[in-house]
Nanobody, 122 residues
Framework: QVQLVESGGGLVQAGGSLRLSCAAS????????VGWFRQAPGKEREFVGA????????NYADSLKGRFTISRDNAKSTVYLQMNSLKPEDTAVYYC???????????????WGQGTQVTVSS
């Protein structure tokens, strides 16, 4: 069993940066890949990126490459999402999730956090 809690969301102006954290509990966390997803009002939840259990493999949505960076610190059981050059269209609830697979498919994730709101003003 893995429990995930996101934090770090908030209101930021366009062009600014935010770092989200995903704190995990559960002894097996270190064996899971962690993905970030986001969901804007009225839209499907979409894949942002993922990091493998070791941190050595990363995958990002093509549209976000270069602006978003994922990292993990297994000693702290935490995964981070650094978001730079934010745009109003990045406004969404951001979720982290854990999977045995390194994947971008929502249905392949077993555990989800409650989400954190990110709002980017123009």
């Amino acid at each position: 069993q893995v429990q995930l809690v996101e934090s770090g969301g908030g209101l930021v102006q366009a062009g600014g940066s935010l770092r989200l954290s995903c704190a995990a509990s559960g002894r097996s966390f270190r064996t899971y890949s962690v993905g970030w997803f986001r969901q804007a009002p009225g839209k499907e939840r979409e894949f942002v990126g993922a990091v493998s259990w070791s941190g050595s493999s990363l995958n990002y949505a093509d549209s976000l490459k270069g602006r978003f960076t994922i990292s993990r610190d297994n000693a702290k059981s935490t995964v981070y999402l650094q978001m730079n050059s934010l745009k109003p269209e990045d406004t969404a609830v951001y979720y982290c999730a854990a999977s045995r697979l390194m994947t971008g498919r929502r249905y392949e994730y077993d555990y989800w956090g409650q989400g954190t709101q990110v709002t980017v003003s123009s």
